[in-house]
């Protein structure tokens, strides 16, 4: 994949995650995937996503830079929403707040394979 197809193929996968297009999911993830160093496969990573939007019902990614050298994916997404309940350990309750999550990406054959993610925690601490 080029550069061009691979920034492509992500931004699809983004828009697959906001309109929660779960039956397309597997276009874009690897049946295998790991995410920070955790084998999931489709069915869990898919369950993770699903929790996530349970808990966070406005959950939206917002793609804010993105660079893409195959076969890997480097991407800060930016998020304003209101989780319910406790995110990430700390008691948020439904009040918005605004993070960042810095996320790499290895594609296999086409498809995410493996996932590398991080949560700026300290955003969020600071906004509670």
Sequence with gaps: MTKSDLSDRYRGYIACLNKQDWPNLGRFVHD????????????????????????????????????????????????????????????VSGKRISFAENVFYEFQRGKIGQVWSIIDKTAIEAQL
Excluded: W
């Excluded at 991407?75 to 008691?91: M, N, Q």
């Design 32 to 91: 295998e995937v790991t995410h920070n160093g955790r084998k999931l496969g489709l069915s869990g990573y898919l369950e993770m996503l699903v929790r996530d939007f349970d808990e966070i019902p406005d959950l939206y990614f917002d793609i804010q830079l993105l660079v893409a050298d195959p076969p890997y994916v480097a991407s800060r997404l930016s998020f304003d929403c209101a989780p319910r309940g406790t995110f990430l350990g700390l008691d």
